[in-house]
């Protein structure tokens, strides 16, 4: 799994939020665990393949905020109280 962060401006309340997850998964349409924050003005989402970043970035500029920044890491899921 891989976990994609971007950085996101414009973002002003619960319904850009909403705005944000929902071109998220239209643009991905494998994501999982897909979360906006406006206070950290960030967006975050799993995926099992690395995702095409330039069209995620489109996907997020049409929807009138600006993509700041894509950063993606691998993930690993945790166990119970953070063990493996």
């Known amino acids: 799994?891989?976990?994609?962060?971007?950085?996101?401006?414009?973002?002003?309340c619960g319904?850009?939020?909403?705005?944000?997850?929902e071109a998220i998964r239209k643009?991905?349409?494998?994501?999982k665990k897909v979360a906006a924050s406006r206070a950290r003005k960030e967006?975050?989402?799993?995926?099992?393949?690395?995702?095409d970043t330039s069209s995620l970035?489109?996907?997020i500029d049409?929807?009138?905020?600006t993509c700041l920044g894509?950063?993606?890491t691998?993930?690993?899921k945790k166990g119970l109280f953070g063990r493996r």
């Open 1 to 12: 799994m891989i976990r994609t962060t971007l950085k996101i401006d414009g973002m002003m």
């Open 15 to 21: 319904m850009c939020e909403a705005h944000i997850c």
């Open 27 to 31: 643009a991905v349409p494998g994501a």
């Open 43 to 51: 967006a975050s989402f799993l995926a099992e393949e690395a995702v």
């Open 57 to 59: 970035k489109a996907a």
């Open 62 to 65: 049409a929807t009138g905020y």
């Open 70 to 72: 894509i950063e993606s």
């Open 74 to 76: 691998p993930y690993e």
